[in-house]
């Protein structure tokens, strides 16, 4: 078999641990793998790259992605799918895998439904993705933003400051819960629930009133006030039709200033958050997902995606992968709750 692989989307630790598990599987068994380059830009271009063994040695701890990435969509190419149908045969390639997020699986998704022998694999730091329990690179990126709450600690109780600490998490509060939680925050803001500005400061008022002189609020950069649009970099759109999201943070220290009278500073850790070296969860993951790739293909049972079900790692069909994101579980966040300052 000769099989094509692609990491589509914005960046993620673990990602090259994937790559590394489908061409050490295929090799093993005497099979060819390319790795296409950018994302779809990659097969709509036939930009590719030989993968072998060498190629793979030594990037399990690297983290970004040895293939690059990019968020084209050939759904918005004109052409752009007979194309990628073309050089998919062109290439000759048996199976593709494609790694990414609702964005790139839904490509994905498409392109399977069209004929294409294609399996998938989830990665988002923001562990948004249905059908699986967890994604690569959400457990890295918890323990960056938690390192930087913990951190964040001493400076606000040295300056007797409020902390705003604005995290990523488009559509749901994973990140900010989880991180919040372990980092010990005094209140935290996700997407799933508007937020109510009084509620927070309120809460602050009273845990200055019972002695303690500083406050961390963690809050995902989708939180938005409840009839209010959410907060954006800038108005232009990517290819699969989103902003850019950003500015939430310094619009809440703001205003908890105002109403508290506390002085307050806004940490921005944008993309902080998916740089460096994934942590020992998310390259075992990262791995277990590519030998089931590669297993799936295998099988020909195409139209799958790689899934964490408990501790068991199976597949599911592409279609049930990407119907719906998966929201912040609010029994998670009720547990948040009971810390809130």
Known sequence: MKIGILTGGGDCPGLNSVIRAVVRKAANEGQSVVGLRYGWKGLLEKDCVSLDLRSVSGILPKGGTILGTSRTNPYKKEGGVELAKKNFRELGLDALVAIGGEDTLGVATKLSTEGLNIVGVPKTIDNDLGATDFTFGFDTSVNIVMECIDRLHTTAESHNRIMVVEV??????????????????????????????????????????????????????GAAFKDKDLFLQEQKLDEFGHVRLGGIGHVLGELIEKKTGFETRVTVLGHIQRGGSPSAFDRVLGTRFGVKAYDLIKSGDFGKMACLKGNEVVGVPLTEATAKLKTLDLKLYDIAKIFFC
């Open 168 to 221: 990523m998490g488009r559509h749901a509060g994973w990140i900010a819960a989880y991180a919040g939680i372990a980092g010990g925050a005094d209140y935290i803001l996700i997407p799933e629930i508007p937020i109510e500005i009084e509620e927070v400061c309120e809460s602050i008022k009273k845990r200055h009133q019972r002695g303690k002189n500083f406050s961390i609020v963690v809050v995902s950069e």
